[in-house]
Nanobody, 128 residues
Framework: QVQLVESGGGVVQAGGSLILSCSAS????????MGWFFHAPGMEREFVAH????????YYADSVKCRFTISRDNAKNTVYLQMNSLKPEDTAVYYC?????????????????????WGQGTQVTVSS
């Protein structure tokens, strides 16, 4: 099983930026499609962003489109989430996830149940 560890979370003022990292061990990430999800208190885990194994296709939740960017550095075996123009409603625990499928349709990419491996999350708090 591939091990995923998120980092880079913290406290930032509204309008600020953060870069989250998801580092992997056990397997190289270049054979997996990757996703980011967030889990706010009292709410279900929701989709944020997805990238297929090659990086050629990405999908974003409407709420973060044009603000967040998912990327991957295969040499570092790491996936990133660049978060700009942060809003208080972005406050949540952010999780990275990997799926065995290398490329899937958008309808599958946004569903948490499609992913096979999960990190433990990193807290992002956006203050007003």
């Amino acid at each position: 099983q591939v091990q995923l560890v998120e980092s880079g979370g913290g406290v930032v003022q509204a309008g600020g930026s953060l870069i989250l990292s998801c580092s992997a061990s056990g397997r190289t990430l270049n054979v997996y499609a990757m996703g980011w999800f967030f889990h706010a208190p009292g709410m279900e885990r929701e989709f944020v962003a997805h990238m297929n194994y090659s990086g050629g296709n990405t999908y974003y939740a409407d709420s973060v489109k044009c603000r967040f960017t998912i990327s991957r550095d295969n040499a570092k075996n790491t996936v990133y989430l660049q978060m700009n123009s942060l809003k208080p409603e972005d406050t949540a625990v952010y999780y990275c996830a990997a799926m065995r499928n290398q490329s899937v349709s958008a309808v599958r990419a946004v569903q948490a149940v499609e992913y096979d491996y999960w990190g433990q999350g990193t807290q992002v708090t956006v203050s007003s």
